[in-house]
Nanobody
Framework: QVQLVESGGGLVQAGGSLRLSCVAS????????MGWFRQAPGKERELVAR????????TYADSVKGRFTISRDNAKNTVYLQMNSLKPEDTALYYC???????????WGQGTQVTVSS
């Protein structure tokens, strides 16, 4: 089975930074891209950023453009999310997930909590 494990979340003051990691392990799977999602209480799950394994092409939600950077290390099967200039509205449970078609995400991690205080 494929497992995705996130790490790096925590409590940070507004304006601070965090770096999230997502490591894939187990059986190889047909993934063309990885996404970072977030979900806050009472809000819908939101795609924050996405990166293609092969080309490194990225996509960002408008709300995080210029502040967040997604990257990957193919040799380590790891995806990162560098979050700078954090705002209280960034507070959420952050998930990484894998997609084979840029639409449906078939593998998900357990999530890592990011809390930004004002």
């Amino acid at each position: 089975q494929v497992q995705l494990v996130e790490s790096g979340g925590g409590l940070v003051q507004a304006g601070g930074s965090l770096r999230l990691s997502c490591v894939a392990s187990g059986r190889a799977f047909s993934s063309i891209a990885m996404g970072w999602f977030r979900q806050a209480p009472g809000k819908e799950r939101e795609l924050v950023a996405r990166i293609r394994w092969r080309s490194g092409s990225t996509t960002y939600a408008d709300s995080v453009k210029g502040r967040f950077t997604i990257s990957r290390d193919n040799a380590k099967n790891t995806v990162y999310l560098q979050m700078n200039s954090l705002k209280p509205e960034d507070t959420a449970l952050y998930y990484c997930a894998s997609t084979a078609d840029l639409q449906l995400y078939n593998y998900w991690g357990q999530g890592t909590q990011v809390t930004v205080s004002s």
